[in-house]
């Protein structure tokens, strides 16, 4: 029965993962405690092994759905290796902060990060883009499908600051970075939506090898729940690529922002009841 509902949320997890480019641990995570946490229908679920299997999980997203966007030429890749240069440092320390959290001490703090984040992409056009950091780092342009023309750019200090930050937060809830990363380079670095996806699923892939190894040597990866989860999020990342390329900018970022709303409640509630 634990295999047959791991496959669904790894499907699931790969869909929506490679849809707004948060790597598909933001799906699995939840998922899995409240499936094996609350309803104890997948035995011998904690937090540590859940972030385990999920970053295990997103080394196979993050490639077929890179795969995909490289052919789309959605990918920035100088801005995927800057970012992953400064997220290594934070994802190790993530990793080994992880080890002293309780499950619902990880559900709250997971959650109150995914409501921020939410409220920052809801309340995006009402903010004032910072141009500043645009202005002050290398430029570039973009045309979408629908012919909309997009500057971008930041300062790589300012980057690497940032995405050791994101680093951090990946290694401690196992969430592949991409769900504070990709409202960070639309809100901050002005980047196209579809441009962000592709750039983000590219260092979720990079960042999985390393925070994989840090959770591997920890101990935290069910090797087990890993034959169902990685062919079906596999296949469900390669669904998620296709179906971002038939979707415009501002469907996307309506659809990241309701996920990440959706998925914050819960965490928060589960955390507070637990």
């Keep these: 029965m634990e295999y047959v509902l791991l496959v669904i949320v790894g499907l699931l997890s790969g869909i929506v993962g490679a849809l707004v480019g948060l790597g598909g641990g933001i799906i699995l995570v939840p998922a899995t405690l409240f499936l094996g946490g609350s309803l104890g229908l997948i035995p011998g679920i904690t937090p540590q092994n859940v972030v385990g299997l999920s970053v295990f999980m997103m080394i196979f997203t993050g490639l077929a759905s890179t795969l995909t966007y490289m052919k789309a030429k959605t990918v920035d890749y100088r801005s995927g290796l800057i970012f992953f240069a400064g997220s290594v440092p934070g994802t190790i320390l993530g990793a080994w902060v992880n080890k002293g959290l309780d499950l619902p001490s990880f559900n709250l703090y997971f959650g109150i990060l995914m409501i921020i984040l939410s409220t920052l992409l809801m309340v995006r056009k009402y903010l004032k ?126 659809a990241l922002r309701i996920i990440l709303l959706l998925l914050g409640v819960r965490s928060i509630t589960a955390g507070l009841m637990g």
């Design 129 to 254: 883009p910072v141009e500043w950091f645009v202005k002050h780092g290398k430029q570039k342009t973009f045309t979408d499908v629908q012919g909309q023309n997009y500057v971008y750019g930041y300062p790589v200090w300012f980057a690497l600051l940032l995405t050791f930050g994101v680093g951090f937060a990946s290694g401690l809830f196992g969430i592949g970075g991409g769900s504070i990363i990709v409202p960070a380079m639309i809100l901050l670095f002005l980047f196209p939506p579809h441009v962000a996806v592709g750039t983000s699923m590219f260092m979720v892939f990079l960042s999985a090898l390393v925070n994989s190894a840090s959770h591997i040597s920890l101990g935290n990866v069910p090797w087990l729940y890993t034959i169902p989860v990685v062919p079906a999020a596999y296949i469900g990342a390669k669904i998620g690529a296709h179906l971002n390329q038939r979707i415009q900018s501002e469907t996307l970022v309506f």
